[in-house]
T-cell receptor
Framework: EAGVAQSPRYKIIEKRQSVAFWCNPI?????LYWYQQILGQGPKLLIQ????????DSQLPKDRFSAERLKGVDSTLKIQPAKLEDSAVYLC???????????????FGPGTRLTVL | EDQVTQSPEALRLQEGESSSLNCSYT??????LFWYRQDPGKGPEFLFT???AGEEKEKERLKATLTKKESFLHITAPKPEDSATYLC???????????FGQGTRLTINP
């Protein structure tokens, strides 16, 4: 079974530029997550999708971050404009079951390392 | 607010020297506690899920245990390939997201 795919793996941009990340979850997984992991810290949830609807985006900086999951499969996360503090690894994860009762494991992709200069 | 604190932040052991990593948590009703391993430049890799106090799970040289306030990841006779950052996370009842600790960076010297 193929894992969670992410691209690009690395990205370097200047502050105020825009950037987009792509995620393809494990086939059949209804729930998709985007996390931000700053160096030396644990991952922090940015946004959660269930199929193509947003479940939780309470920690997404909506003035500069946006995300979509068209057709309930692939997802893109965009930052516009980027700030220095956005330098981090952006992780995508997927989970098979939808709903709050399930505890099926979240499987993570390799992440995209973003450096903002 | 759900919180997870891991200790120590970093741990350096000699090959074969057993030890334990701690994960203390406060959560509004624990649905599950998760342990992940993360190697440099990679995403977290799932290790264990624990659901209730007293539960234990083992995988090779690793054993995870759970109480009502904390979890331990015991590593027995570690090898250099066990070097990684170990992340602990909790899921609360009624939530689908994980809340992570900051991780413990484990180094095993040959």
């Amino acid at each position: 079974e193929a894992g969670v795919a992410q691209s690009p793996r690395y990205k370097i941009i200047e502050k105020r530029q825009s950037v987009a990340f792509w995620c393809n979850p494990i086939s059949g997984h209804a729930t998709l997550y985007w996390y931000q992991q700053i160096l030396g810290q644990g991952p922090k949830l940015l946004i959660q999708f269930q199929n193509n609807g947003v479940v939780d985006d309470s920690q997404l900086p909506k003035d500069r971050f946006s995300a979509e999951r068209l057709k309930g499969v692939d997802s893109t996360l965009k930052i516009q404009p980027a700030k220095l503090e956005d330098s981090a690894v952006y992780l995508c994860a997927s989970r098979k079951l939808s709903g709050a009762g399930g505890t099926d494991t979240q499987y993570f992709g390799p992440g995209t390392r973003l450096t903002v200069l | 607010e759900d919180q997870v604190t891991q200790s120590p932040e970093a741990l350096r052991l000699q090959e074969g020297e057993s030890s334990s990593l701690n994960c203390s948590y406060t959560v509004s009703g624990l649905r599950g506690l998760f342990w992940y391993r993360q190697d440099p430049g990679k995403g977290p890799e799932f290790l264990f899920t624990l659901y209730s106090a007293g539960e234990e799970k083992e995988k090779e040289r690793l054993k995870a245990t759970l109480t009502k306030k904390e979890s331990f990841l015991h590593i027995t006779a570690p090898k250099p390939e066990d070097s990684a950052t170990y992340l602990c996370a909790v899921q609360a009842w009624g939530a689908q997201k994980l809340v992570f600790g900051q991780g413990t960076r484990l180094t095993i010297n040959p």
